[in-house]
């Protein structure tokens, strides 16, 4: 679930930005469905991960539409949103298409105006030029998510750094000691397969349980991430 970041949030001044990441799973374990197309972009079932998002009055401003629900999910997503300047997302996320770029160009999922509104950088082992859409322009990383990363803290400024999908990406993040801190939407669904969270995290990765909120059908958890022997 996405919004206009720039225009929900302002751009933040003092501090330091972290690299964050807001994602949402089923009850067993998975954050996509498996069989990711243009037809099921979240992989079959995986719009059930997001219908909590979905019904907030956060995620129906932010996309220009009226109702939607208050209390507390819609205060989760408001203030995971917050302060965030740049993000990071795979090429499982930017859209279906693999290999090289050919005609017609994939442009993402989000049309001519991508939610995103600030500087979008998605890895890719394939170079492409920039594509402004909108308010947003999605940057083509070829050299990894090192790169990427560091290219997004610096277009953050002092904001935080939003990491996307797919599961690749965010677990790449993690095994490369980037990511500060993540929240786990949790929803009771069973998707069966697909792709799942923390596969191929090592045990060098310590997770500290910081915050526990219950929703309406959904757990949001949160975690702060430490590194060691990386």
Aim: glycine content about 16%; overall charge negative; some cysteine.
């Amino acid at each position: 679930m996405w919004v206009k970041l720039r225009h929900a949030c302002g751009r933040y001044g003092g501090g330091v930005g972290k690299v964050k990441c807001q994602i949402s799973i089923s009850a067993d374990g998975y954050l996509a469905g498996p069989n990711q197309s243009e037809e099921h972009g979240l992989g079959e079932g995986g719009e059930a991960l997001h219908e909590w998002a979905f019904k907030t009055r956060f995620f129906q401003e932010m996309h220009g539409r009226e109702g939607g629900e208050g209390g507390v999910s819609d205060d989760v997503v408001r203030e995971a949103s917050a302060d965030s300047n740049a993000v990071v997302m795979g090429r499982n996320m930017f859209g279906p298409v693999r290999g090289p770029w050919t005609e017609p160009l994939w442009n993402g999922w989000w049309g001519d105006e991508p939610p995103f509104g600030v500087p979008v950088f998605v890895l890719t082992h394939y170079e492409r030029e920039p594509l402004t859409l909108g308010e947003t322009t999605f940057h083509f990383v070829t050299d990894g998510i090192e790169s990427a990363v560091a290219q997004a803290r610096e277009a953050a400024g002092s904001g935080h750094v939003s990491v996307g999908g797919g599961g690749e990406t965010i677990q790449e993040t993690i095994r490369a000691g980037l990511l500060d801190e993540i929240l786990v939407n949790q929803v009771p669904a069973i998707l069966g397969g697909g792709t799942r969270l923390f596969d191929g995290i090592p045990p060098s990765v310590k997770m500290e349980q910081t915050r526990v909120v219950e929703g309406d059908g959904v757990a949001h958890l949160f975690y702060s991430l430490s590194y060691s022997r990386l």
